[in-house]
T-cell receptor, first 112, second 115 residues
Framework: GQQVMQIPQYQHVQEGEDFTTYCNSS?????IQWYKQRPGGHPVFLIQ?????EVKKQKRLTFQFGEAKKNSSLHITATQTTDVGTYFC????????????FGTGTRLTIIP | NAGVTQTPKFQVLKTGQSMTLQCAQD?????MSWYRQDPGMGLRLIHY???????DQGEVPNGYNVSRSTTEDFPLRLLSAAPSQTSVYFC??????????????FGNGTRLTVT
């Protein structure tokens, strides 16, 4: 079945540094979504990418969808303490009746 | 709107006990699902439903049952709890599951411990 891998699993950065998490799928995706989960909380939807090569920005967050629609990235510029949490990508395959598959997540901690 | 409401927030069970995790949404969403979250494994789909009266298995369905008698409710039943089912359980709903997936709205989660 479809597999979605995410790296790195953990990332510790100094406040103000940049952060990037990468998402790779074993199959071509029809779309990819990104979620953020604060410690002790539940995942919250951030954004959805649908088009090949699509780039979307939300303030300091930049999301990219690869040209082959098999990978994606989330980049945070100048991290702040409010960025702490685990970031998940979730992709839906182009084929068959595959459901949304979540990546393993990247846990971001900020050193003040 | 309350969104997605899950109860209970915490539960401790002994091996072999059964229980039902409740999930309700008030957004008239077609699609509802149950995930379990374990350290280092992300969110894994247990069961899902694309509408009232329709349910199907996800990635890790063994040991769990679901039903969808109404659009609003999607309870998850643990038939005979095992320590391997110790996890955080999330219910999630979305408007539709057609073609491109709609954004999922998650409940606050249930932390289950099986001893």
């Amino acid at each position: 079945g479809q597999q979605v891998m995410q790296i790195p699993q953990y990332q510790h950065v100094q406040e103000g540094e940049d952060f990037t998490t990468y998402c790779n799928s074993s199959t071509t995706l029809s779309n990819i979504q990104w979620y953020k989960q604060r410690p002790g909380g539940h995942p919250v939807f951030l954004i959805q990418l649908v088009k090949s090569g699509e780039v979307k920005k939300q303030k300091r967050l930049t999301f990219q969808f690869g040209e082959a629609k098999k990978n994606s990235s989330l980049h945070i510029t100048a991290t702040q303490t409010t960025d702490v949490g685990t970031y998940f990508c979730a992709g839906k395959s182009n084929f068959g009746n595959e459901k949304l598959t979540f990546g393993t997540g990247t846990r971001l901690t900020i050193i003040p | 709107n309350a969104g997605v409401t899950q109860t209970p927030k915490f539960q401790v069970l002994k091996t072999g006990q059964s229980m039902t995790l409740q999930c309700a949404q008030d957004m008239n969403h077609e699609y509802m699902s149950w995930y379990r979250q374990d350290p280092g494994m992300g969110l894994r789909l247990i069961h899902y439903s694309v509408g009232a009266g329709i349910t199907d298995q996800g990635e890790v369905p063994n040991g769990y049952n679901v039903s969808r008698s109404t659009t609003e409710d999607f309870p998850l039943r643990l038939l005979s709890a095992a320590p391997s089912q110790t996890s955080v359980y999330f219910c999630a709903s979305s408007y539709s599951d057609r073609w491109t997936a709609s954004p999922l709205h998650f409940g606050n989660g249930t932390r289950l411990t099986v001893t």
